[in-house]
Structure formats: structure tokens, C-alpha cells
């Protein structure tokens, strides 16, 4: 009997099993909202076309997907994807967007501490800068990006860039160009204490820079992009840097031409690059600096692998896990650069940095949906149809920091080299509209130091 009772079971599956996988066919898509966007960028961003056939159940993922992937093209504050189903398995696609505003005026005011709590801390007017330019994106309607800015105070120059202009039609090929000028009155010339020290050059400048570059990308698949990049700097700095420190670029003269090479890998498979909550990215990026009068040879190895997880509906893990490996040819404090630059740093060491030859940093965060996104239209500004309507979501989080870099050359003075180091701590996320995060946290570190720290996430700033 129980033979011929799974004989039964397995007839019943064999006969239910194409009503679960019928198949639908995309017989059109179409698009309405964008008014300078060009329709081929957002076809581009779509994983199906016009007669393509799917599983019904894997043709709902592909719509979140590709709305996803219209969204991270950052040119829209909203989308929408919907379908109708026809007879015989025949869907129509309906694709909505709400374009962003294209062309900023640059007028901002830019701290050049590491970040905003820093100079808080300790507030010095010499130490900003005021830029003044446009920004152009979505050139042409092609999602080019154009940005001309001229600075005046702590730094002081030009600079002129031209990004992502399509060599094909289906934007798999791009090519980007950029120039500049750059002039500084003030400038890092060692680290004491964990900390940057810098000497102001009055009446001249300690660093002056010129600088041409020319970058090429390779996107093959919506979600995989390979950069190379190749630029020219012309750099003469103050002798008073190699007076206060000997090894601050690895030669006694004050004049040098350099080569710069840089290539990336990016495999990015988050739901959004502004604030995931899923998905992981996987990167890696090497990068080289050659001296013309071959006083310093260097590179750089970065790899990282971020990934987001949802653990329920309101319950979000995120973790990421870089690292920095570097050989160069000489002592030079320039090349030294680890944990507290850039984006590599510990929640709760923003005041410090950790020069090095290699780091590692594993960074966890546990958020908490508080506030699910609420839309606003202001009336007020009815007229703007790009600002009109805005988004809030707030998040809370909690948060453990590790990490570790090593200095062959460390010195006591700077005793969280060749240390491992962590930190913990909690805080708010809001956030917006066009990709603003506001962050806002309070951590406590192995020196068992605790403060609040800001940190305002923007394409504008």
C-alpha cells in the first residue's frame, strides 16, 4: 500500500508541476517620466526584453531587480514597475520615473578634517576651503557627468572633470577625462600622537600640483564594472616639509613628476547603493605611483567584500571587510596612508589615524527599521516637480569596529600602530531624497573614549 501511495504522490507533482512553473512572455515595456533620460540607459538597466520568455515565478524577481537597477543608476528619485497580464502567458511591462534635478550650482563650504566632528573638536578657519562651480549630470541625457569647480582658501585651484561618455550604444564601453590645479597653504607633513601634524606656509605655498588624467570603463553585465585609470602629475612642494620631515616623499628635491595607475574591479549586487539592506559587493583595486626620477616606486592592493543581510521584516545585519597591502621602494610618509583615511576607519577613532604599510578592518552594524519610509509632497512646491515630494526613513543601529594596521617603522608616539583595535557604539540613520544619509552616533573605543559623531553622506558636499 505505501508503494502504491507514493506512486499516487509523485503522478499528482508530476501533473501540478507545469501549473507552477508556466512561463510568460514580455510582449512590450512601456516607459513613461523620463523627459531628458534617454529610454536605451533605462533599457539598458532591464535583465529582460521585449519576447523573452521566463518562469513566472522568477519573472517577478527580475522586475524588482531591474527597478532596482534603474534606481542605482542615481538618476531618478523614484521608480515604479508594475505589469498586466495578457491571454497565454503574455505580460505588458509599465515603467514609471520621476527625474531628478540635473544641474547644481556648486556653492559649498568643505572642512578639510577628515570629518565634520573632528574639526568641531577642534575648529580652525584656516583649515576650509570654499568651492564655487557646476556640477552637469545625466549630459545629454546618457548619464554623462560633467563638473567644473574653482576653490578658494586652505585649498586653492581648479579642477575639471568629464565622466562615463559612451564609446557604444549599449554603454558597455565609457571613457572619462579630468584635469586640475591644485595650490595648498597647509598641509600634513607627519603623524605624532595619532594624529596629523601641519605646518601653514605663509605668503607662499607649501604644495602645488598639476595634474591630467584619463579613465576607462568596462561594464559587461548591469551589475560588474572593470575601471583603468592613467594620470600625469606635475607636484613642487615648499622645502619646509623635507626640513620637518626627511621621509615625508622619499627624495631631497622638491620638484616631481609622477605616473599614476589605477585599476578596479566591482561586482555589486546590493539592492541600493545609497543604504542596502541586501545583496553584497565584492571589490578590489590595486593602484601604483611611479616617480619619473625614480625616487619612489609604490602600490597598492585593496580588497573588500561587504554583504547585507535582512534577518526579518524590520531587522537588518550589515558587514564589510577590507584590507590594505603596500610594498614601496623607500620611507615615505605619503605611502603610508591606513586606518583613518578615506572611507577605512573605526567608528569611534575619527580623531586618530593609524599610518601603515598593511591594515585590516572588519566593521558590523545591526540596524532597526524605527520609521518606514514616509512620503511628503510640499505644496509649497508644487512648481518643482523634483523637490516637491521627499522621503524619510529612519533607522537605529548598534555597532562593533576591529581593526589592525601595521607600521615597520611605528613609533611611541603613535601607540595605536601595530595595535588591535576596536570600538562599539549606537546611534540614528535618516535617510532621504538624491542618496542624503544623515548619521548620527555615539561610540566608546579601546581607550575607553566615547563622543558623538555626525557624518553627513551627500553628492553635493
Known amino acids: 500500500m505505501k508503494a502504491i501511495y ?21 510582449n512590450s515595456i512601456s516607459l513613461s517620466g523620463n523627459k531628458q533620460s534617454r529610454a536605451s540607459i533605462i533599457y539598458r538597466e532591464l535583465t529582460f526584453a521585449t519576447g523573452d520568455t521566463l518562469p513566472s515565478a522568477d519573472f517577478r524577481r527580475q522586475l524588482e531587480i531591474s527597478r532596482q537597477n534603474i534606481f542605482n543608476t542615481l538618476l ?22 520621476e527625474e531628478r534635478w540635473y544641474i547644481w550650482p556648486v556653492v559649498d563650504l568643505v572642512f578639510e578634517d577628515r570629518n565634520i566632528s573632528t574639526w568641531i573638536r577642534h575648529p580652525d ?53 579630468s584635469g586640475g590645479y591644485n595650490r595648498l597653504h597647509n598641509l600634513a607633513y607627519m603623524t605624532e600622537n595619532n594624529q596629523p601634524v601641519y605646518v601653514t606656509t605663509e605668503g ?18 548591469i551589475r560588474e564594472r572593470q575601471t583603468a585609470r592613467l594620470s600625469y602629475e606635475h607636484v613642487t612642494i615648499d622645502d619646509t616639509l623635507l626640513h620637518l620631515n626627511p621621509d615625508y616623499w622619499g627624495s631631497t628635491q622638491t620638484q616631481r613628476h609622477t ?20 545583496g553584497t559587493l565584492w571589490k578590489i583595486t590595486a593602484s601604483a605611483v611611479a616617480a619619473l626620477d625614480g625616487h619612489l616606486l609604490s602600490g597598492d592592493l585593496y580588497p573588500e567584500i561587504a554583504t547585507y543581510w535582512p534577518l526579518s521584516r524590520r531587522w537588518f545585519y550589515a558587514g564589510s571587510l577590507g584590507a590594505k597591502l603596500s610594498i614601496s621602494n623607500c620611507e615615505a610618509y605619503i605611502a603610508k596612508r591606513a586606518l583613518g583615511y578615506d572611507n577605512y576607519y573605526l567608528r569611534g577613532y575619527e580623531d586618530y589615524v593609524m599610518d601603515g604599510e598593511y591594515f585590516v578592518l572588519f566593521k558590523n552594524t545591526l540596524r532597526f527599521l524605527v520609521m518606514p519610509t514616509q512620503t511628503y509632497e510640499i ?24 581593526g589592525y594596521s601595521y607600521n615597520r617603522h611605528a613609533t611611541r608616539h603613535n601607540d595605536l600602530q601595530n595595535l588591535f583595535l576596536y570600538s562599539g557604539g549606537g546611534g540614528f540613520d535618516l535617510v532621504t531624497y538624491y542618496d542624503i544619509v544623515l548619521r548620527v552616533d555615539y561610540s566608546i573605543n579601546r581607550k575607553r573614549e566615547g563622543g558623538f559623531y555626525i557624518t553627513l553622506i551627500t553628492p553635493f558636499f
Open 379 to 402: 505644496k509649497w512646491l508644487s512648481t518643482l516637480d523634483k523637490f516637491n515630494k521627499i522621503h524619510f526613513t529612519i533607522y537605529a543601529n548598534l555597532f562593533v569596529d576591529c
Open 204 to 221: 607662499r605655498a607649501i604644495r602645488e600640483r598639476y595634474s591630467a588624467g584619463i579613465h576607462y570603463s568596462f561594464r559587461p553585465q
Open 76 to 97: 531618478f528619485n523614484y521608480v515604479y514597475v508594475s505589469d498586466t497580464v495578457r491571454d497565454h502567458g503574455a505580460v505588458d511591462v509599465y515603467i514609471k520615473v
Open 125 to 177: 578657519w584656516s583649515r576650509f576651503s570654499l568651492g564655487a562651480g557646476v556640477n552637469i549630470e545625466n549630459m545629454r541625457g546618457l548619464n554623462e557627468n560633467m563638473n567644473i569647480n574653482a576653490r578658494i582658501g586652505y585649498q586653492r585651484g581648479l579642477s575639471f572633470s568629464y565622466s562615463d561618455i559612451s564609446l557604444d550604444k549599449n554603454r558597455r564601453h565609457l571613457l572619462g577625462l
Open 259 to 278: 605616473l599614476n595607475a589605477r585599476y578596479s574591479y566591482a561586482s555589486d549586487y546590493r539592492d541600493s547603493y545609497a543604504y542596502p539592506l541586501s
Open 6 to 26: 507514493y506512486y499516487i504522490i509523485l503522478v499528482l507533482y508530476l501533473i501540478s508541476y507545469p501549473l507552477y512553473t508556466q512561463n510568460v512572455t514580455v
